[in-house]
């Protein structure tokens, strides 16, 4: 069983940048991919940027390219998401995820809203 916290949310500015944190109860080393998605209100959960193991691969969502980087520290077991330009359409809350193959693991999320 994986434990994941995310932590580094909060109110933001247009144009500013916040960095979230996603710290994993066991060795991420292990996870086949590291991830964020987001939910904003009345929305479903879309996918923000995944990084894969062994390679230190990493995919982002065409809305995000070029504003976020996903990062990870295996010694520390944490996943990072560096989010720049932040608009009013990044509000949402954010979730952490892990993939080890076959299962899925999630974080309680953590909240980010981006003022205008």
């Known amino acids: 069983q994986v434990q994941l916290v995310e932590s580094g949310g909060g109110l933001v500015q247009a144009g500013g940048s916040l960095r979230l944190s996603c710290a994993a109860s066991g060795s991420i080393f292990r996870a086949n991919a590291m991830g964020w998605y987001r939910q904003a209100p009345g929305k479903q959960r879309e996918f923000v940027a995944t990084?894969?193991?062994?390679?230190?691969?990493?995919n982002y969502a065409d809305s995000v390219k070029g504003r976020f980087t996903i990062s990870r520290d295996d010694a520390k077991s944490t996943v990072y998401l560096q989010m720049n330009n932040l608009t009013p359409d990044d509000t949402a809350v954010y979730y952490c995820n892990a993939h080890y193959y076959p299962h899925d693991y999630w974080g309680q999320g953590t909240h980010v809203t981006v003022s205008s």
């Open positions: 990084i894969i193991s062994g390679g230190d691969t990493a």
